[in-house]
């Protein structure tokens, strides 16, 4: 199965790895695009529920459309990781790829849904009509950590048609790690231009903007190559 280290992955494995024991194997890829953290918390799970965990490199900016961050960057991307993921499946005899994709992903904009069909990718939390709210009552249920904020692709962080590097993509990594190592979970840095926009909830404004985290922080943007910030309110984080 696709195994990501995110909520979704992590209870479709926890579930799976006690029936299919040894049948089951997780492959994770990683990369430039992936936020920092996400292979070490895939590592934990993995041990803990003994599977067998394969770690491949894979580079998106080698696409054009990723690199050129189009809106059809997801679609290519996952075509490309999907052929990658069917050579290991060969390689180890398995016959059936999983992924955690959800009923509420089929709400967003998400092109890369259309290379799981082509590639015939099962999705047996979304086939089973799970939701996140689902999800997470499970997940809570069997001791995860049900509350783990949402990790997207850092290509996400940036407009589209903007020009995306290895360099910018580890900047905006750096600066969200910063943040999280002070607390804050639900968040998100967006980049335009020179320019930051830092999304949080409401109620994390007032720690935020104190200035033992403000001033800091800002302090980081600058040496990391951004001018300005601003900040927004952020809904789509919260549980």
């Not at 953290?37 to 041990?47: F, K, Q, V």
């Not at 290895?166 to 905006?172: K, S």
């Not at 969200?176 to 949080?200: C, H, N, P, S, T």
Request: glycine share 8%; net charge positive.
């Amino acid at each position: 199965m696709l195994f990501s280290g995110g909520l979704d992955s992590s209870l479709l494995l926890s579930v799976a790895a006690p029936i299919l024991g040894s049948g089951l194997t997780a492959l994770i890829f990683t990369g430039p695009h992936v936020p920092p953290g996400e292979l070490a918390a895939a590592w934990r799970l993995a041990r803990l529920q003994r599977v067998n965990l394969l770690v491949r490199e894979f580079d998106p900016l080698e696409l054009p459309e990723f690199r050129h961050n189009t809106r059809q960057r997801c679609y290519a991307c996952k075509k490309a990781l999907l052929s990658r993921a069917w050579e290991v499946a060969r390689d180890i005899r398995a016959e059936v790829i999983w992924d955690g994709t959800n009923l509420d992903d089929l709400g967003d904009f998400r092109p890369g849904l259309a290379a799981l069909r082509e590639f015939q990718v099962r999705s047996p939390l979304m086939e089973l009509g799970w939701d996140k709210a689902a999800i997470r009552t499970a997940s809570r249920s069997l001791g995860l950590p049900w509350d783990k904020p949402p990790q997207s692709c850092l290509a996400t962080r940036f407009p589209y048609d903007t020009l995306l590097s290895r360099e910018g993509l580890v900047r905006v990594g750096q600066a969200e790690v910063w943040l999280r190592a002070k607390g804050f979970k639900y968040m998100r840095l967006r980049i335009q231009g020179d320019q930051a926009r830092l999304e949080l909830p409401t109620e994390d404004w007032a720690r935020f903007l104190s200035p033992l985290i403000h001033r800091p922080f800002l302090n980081l943007l600058h040496r990391l190559g951004w001018q300005g910030l601003e900040v927004l309110e952020a809904k789509s984080y919260r549980l």
